[in-house]
């Protein structure tokens, strides 16, 4: 069950369009089938609708935080806690699927602090995180049986991103590893690649864009195949 909504979240009736409501019939749809087509149904329906909520939220943060890393997070765990939505209204989707957002964020944003934040999170912060349940027994069973769905949506993803990945240039291959994999600083991807600083952001900004392109017509072109 999803706790009540950070005030931030809260919708006015008015506010609402008929977007809202289908958005909440295909969520509620997923969550009764857990189909594949549902889910990416879901995905393409939302997504630009998610994406614009976590590029606010990490935009609050004190670190940097990739908000194409964050809205696959966020799906995860949309994926993952389908059971919990409830539609109540034509808002639920957008209440129930932004907070899980903003609970990914600020939990990325507490790894990338390296725990600092923990210290100063308070108790009642803590209790309405949807995405951190008390795993009671029928949660781990739900979960137990769904973990041969999700291994299955992690696989079309894999192969998915390492076909996009080999399409890119060695360089730009190399610059994702570097940061990604290995975590370097971008001034020492740079004294790899022997480039400057701001030729090596430049660099990985357009690698991350052309492997997101690459990913996104992949996925348009399985769904139409479905």
């Known amino acids: 069950m999803v706790s009540a909504p950070d005030t931030d979240v809260a919708l006015a009736p008015a506010a609402l369009t008929p977007f809202d409501a289908e958005l909440c019939q295909v969520m509620a749809r997923f969550r009764d089938t857990r189909g594949a087509e549902d889910f990416e149904h879901l995905y393409r329906s939302a997504r ?5 909520w976590v590029v606010q939220l990490a935009g609050r943060q004190r670190v940097q935080l990739d908000p194409f890393d964050l809205l696959q ?9 389908a059971g919990g ?28 602090l390296g725990g600092a934040l923990r210290t100063t999170t308070s108790l009642s912060a803590l209790e309405v995180d949807p995405t951190d349940p008390a795993p ?11 973990s041969g769905e999700l291994r299955q949506a992690y696989g079309l993803v894999l192969l998915h991103y390492a076909a996009a ?4 240039s060695p360089r730009d291959r190399e610059a994702l590893r570097l940061v990604e994999v290995e975590g370097l600083a971008y001034k020492e991807v740079g004294e790899r690649l022997g480039v400057g600083l701001s030729n090596t952001k430049m660099i990985v900004f357009r690698a991350r864009q052309r492997l997101r392109a690459r990913l996104e017509r992949a996925f348009e072109a399985a769904a139409k195949a479905a």
Not at 48 to 52: C, D, K, M, S
Not at 73 to 81: C, H, K, L, P, Q
């Open 73 to 81: 997070d966020t799906f995860v765990n949309i994926f993952r806690y």
């Open 165 to 168: 990945l080999a399409a890119l």
């Open 85 to 112: 939505f409830r539609h109540d209204d034509d808002a639920s989707f957008r209440r129930w699927a932004r907070t899980i957002a903003g609970n990914v964020v600020r939990r990325a944003a507490r790894v990338r």
């Open 136 to 146: 009671g027994p029928a949660l781990c069973l739900e979960d137990e049986e769904r």
């Open 48 to 52: 630009a609708l998610v994406l614009g």
